[in-house]
């Protein structure tokens, strides 16, 4: 049931459907949205008038019971542990694209597969084996979430630590839990540092929903930058490092209030970014990455320049070379690894860069176990930044649909990631990737065991696999008029009393929905 109601009668609990102006004509984030503290009522009556309240989706005393219909309406993610929520049933459609394969480091005959063959070759590279689906045992019968993803993350057993769920006494969520840092944790991290760097522990210190809204003016500002950036190269000028030095000093900013943010409007605007915002992305992750591991803000700087820079010589490539779909031959390969070159060649021209931002460029195709380019070099001969640059660099790749390959879903990336550990990249490092941008990262899909779809929009620091996600489907794939958001780390359960979790990972783009049909970022 809808009702208009005034914004100095709005109380927590309140589900709101709709205002009395467009949605693009203020802050809110999220088409629809459940009132979960005072705050958001004030931002709501500085914003309206009125406002549109479902009561069939609203919480506690502001819940009312709609008119019985044959299947019951959705409501509100519960804000409670255990509490019920309305029974769905698993669908029997099936995706418009096959879930793509994981892409372990051999082949089913032990052969190593060329990771660089995977990242640049697309089709042409050899197939490897079929990925295992999340949520499924080999005979089809469902398994509790974090039983099937805790084994297909094995290796990394320190990274799915169980806390308190905790409890809540009212509608409103406590805040997001952030767990104290055990000894061995913090040792773990401060090893992978270089000597004279004190590791500092950062906390989140605004939510995501109050810091998208900065994060925002820093992607498109940082675009706008890096399409200049792109201009004026071509055109013969020098690289202005001022500005760039600038906009990825704003992204530390927003990465160190709360990195969510940013890594969500990245996802939301790849589409929309230039040609060259795969560095964008890049260096969001890199500078998230920076943190986790605990470098100090100018550090964090460098590593944004790193991913802000690091394909810049492709400027030099021909557009051809770039777009092609399919393999590339030997000589074409040949060729496009010379972008590392090309842009150690423009960086020189250009005064002031730290040396460990030059490192972190010219070796961020290098790989641990010297199958890398162009120099080959083996383990700790690549730079900190450089062997960071390359984990970054790749999931960033491969969750983005290329000319010659298409995207596999975040989770497939992070199990790409997990067993290329020790191979190519540096386990422990690894590890603190998956840590920093999250199993689930922000703004991806994903799948629950009810079949609906939904969005990953915020990170539970203490249990990596229950986020709080937002529904955007029904479980036949069809997208709901109000998406409802709901916090796994509650435990919720279908009105059966079946527990909900995630089921898997999904690409982008997966049943044709699009993220930005359901934010406004």
């Given at each position: 049931?809808?009702t208009?109601?005034?914004t100095?009668?709005l109380r927590?609990g309140?589900?709101?459907?709709d ?7 203020t802050?809110?984030?999220l ?8 705050e958001q009522i004030?931002?709501?009556q500085q914003?309206c008038m009125?406002?549109i309240?479902?009561r ?5 005393d502001?819940?009312?019971?709609p008119?019985a219909?044959?299947?019951p309406?959705?409501f509100a993610?519960p804000q409670q ?9 698993t669908?029997s459609?099936?995706p418009?694209e096959?879930?793509p394969?994981r892409?372990p480091?051999?082949d089913d ?5 060329n990771?660089?063959?995977?990242l640049?070759?697309?089709?042409g590279?050899?197939?490897l084996p079929?990925a ?5 045992t080999?005979e089809g ?11 297909v993350?094995?290796r990394m057993?320190g ?6 769920s ?6 409103a969520?406590?805040?997001p ?5 055990s000894p061995q944790?913090?040792?773990a991290?401060a090893?992978?540092l270089p000597?004279g760097?004190v590791?500092q522990?950062?906390r989140?210190?605004v939510p995501v ?7 925002r003016?820093?992607i ?5 930058v890096?399409?200049k950036l792109?201009?004026?190269?071509r ?5 202005e490092?001022e500005?760039v030095?600038e906009v990825?000093n704003?992204m ?8 969510d943010?940013?890594m969500?409007?990245a996802?939301?605007?790849e589409?929309d970014?230039?040609?060259y915002?795969?560095s ?10 920076g943190?986790q591991l605990?470098?100090?803000?100018p550090?964090?700087?460098m ?10 010589g492709k400027?030099?490539?021909p557009r051809?070379?770039?777009e092609?779909?399919?393999?590339l031959?030997p000589e074409e ?6 972008h590392?070159?090309?842009?150690l060649?423009?960086?020189?021209s250009?005064p002031?860069?730290h040396p460990?931002?030059i490192?972190g460029i ?5 790989r641990?176990?010297g199958?890398?380019?162009p120099?080959g070099?083996?383990?700790?001969e690549?730079s900190?930044?450089g062997r960071?640059a390359g984990?970054?660099d790749?999931?960033a790749?491969i ?6 390959a298409?995207a596999?879903s ?5 199990r790409?990631?997990s ?5 190519y990249f540096?386990e422990a490092?690894?590890?603190q990737f998956?840590s ?6 922000v ?5 629950l065991n009810?079949?609906e779809?939904?969005?990953?929009v915020a ?6 696999l229950k986020?709080?996600?937002l529904v955007?489907t ?5 997208p ?7 916090d796994?780390l509650?435990?919720?359960?279908t009105?059966?009393e079946?527990?909900?979790f995630?089921r898997?990972g999904?690409a ?5 929905l ?6 406004l970022?």
């Amino acid at each position: 049931m809808e009702t208009k109601v005034p914004t100095t009668d709005l109380r927590v609990g309140m589900f709101v459907a709709d205002l009395d102006r467009p949605w693009v004509d203020t802050p809110f984030l999220l088409q629809g949205f459940l009132v979960e503290d005072d705050e958001q009522i004030r931002e709501l009556q500085q914003h309206c008038m009125w406002v549109i309240v479902d009561r069939a989706r609203s919480l506690g005393d502001e819940y009312e019971a709609p008119a019985a219909i044959e299947h019951p309406p959705r409501f509100a993610a519960p804000q409670q542990p255990a509490t019920a929520r309305p029974q769905v049933e698993t669908s029997s459609a099936k995706p418009s694209e096959p879930a793509p394969p994981r892409p372990p480091p051999r082949d089913d005959a032990g052969r190593v597969v060329n990771l660089e063959d995977i990242l640049t070759q697309g089709a042409g590279a050899k197939r490897l084996p079929g990925a295992i689906v999340p949520g499924m045992t080999q005979e089809g019968d469902e398994e509790s979430g974090e039983g099937v993803i805790g084994r297909v993350f094995g290796r990394m057993k320190g990274l799915f630590k169980r806390g308190a769920s905790g409890s809540a006494e009212n509608a409103a969520p406590p805040p997001p839990p952030q767990p104290e840092e055990s000894p061995q944790e913090l040792a773990a991290r401060a090893a992978l540092l270089p000597p004279g760097i004190v590791v500092q522990t950062y906390r989140d210190s605004v939510p995501v929903e109050v810091e998208v809204v900065k994060a925002r003016e820093v992607i498109q500002k940082t675009d706008e930058v890096l399409d200049k950036l792109v201009i004026d190269i071509r055109g013969g000028h020098l690289l202005e490092i001022e500005e760039v030095e600038e906009v990825v000093n704003d992204m530390v900013e927003s990465i160190v209030r709360n990195p969510d943010a940013l890594m969500w409007v990245a996802r939301l605007r790849e589409q929309d970014i230039t040609t060259y915002g795969h560095s964008l992305q890049v260096a969001v992750y890199l500078t998230a990455f920076g943190r986790q591991l605990g470098f100090p803000k100018p550090q964090l700087s460098m590593l944004g320049q790193v991913g802000l820079l690091l394909d810049i010589g492709k400027i030099k490539l021909p557009r051809d070379l770039l777009e092609k779909e399919g393999k590339l031959s030997p000589e074409e390969f040949t060729l496009a690894k010379q972008h590392v070159q090309f842009g150690l060649d423009i960086l020189a021209s250009t005064p002031n860069f730290h040396p460990e931002v030059i490192e972190g460029i010219a070796h961020h195709h290098e790989r641990i176990n010297g199958s890398g380019y162009p120099e080959g070099l083996l383990g700790t001969e690549i730079s900190l930044f450089g062997r960071m640059a390359g984990i970054a660099d790749c999931f960033a790749a491969i969750t983005k649909r290329r000319p010659y390959a298409e995207a596999v879903s975040s989770y497939e990336a992070m199990r790409s990631l997990s067993g290329w550990a020790g191979d190519y990249f540096q386990e422990a490092l690894v590890q603190q990737f998956i840590s920093s941008v999250g199993v689930f990262p922000v703004g991806s899909l994903i799948e629950l065991n009810t079949g609906e779809v939904a969005i990953v929009v915020a990170h539970n620091k203490v249990r990596r696999l229950k986020p709080r996600v937002l529904v955007v489907t029904g479980p036949d794939k069809t997208p709901v008029g109000f998406p409802s958001l709901l916090d796994l780390l509650y435990d919720p359960k279908t009105g059966d009393e079946k527990p909900i979790f995630i089921r898997r990972g999904l690409a982008a783009g997966a049943f044709g929905l699009d993220l930005k049909d359901f934010y406004l970022a």
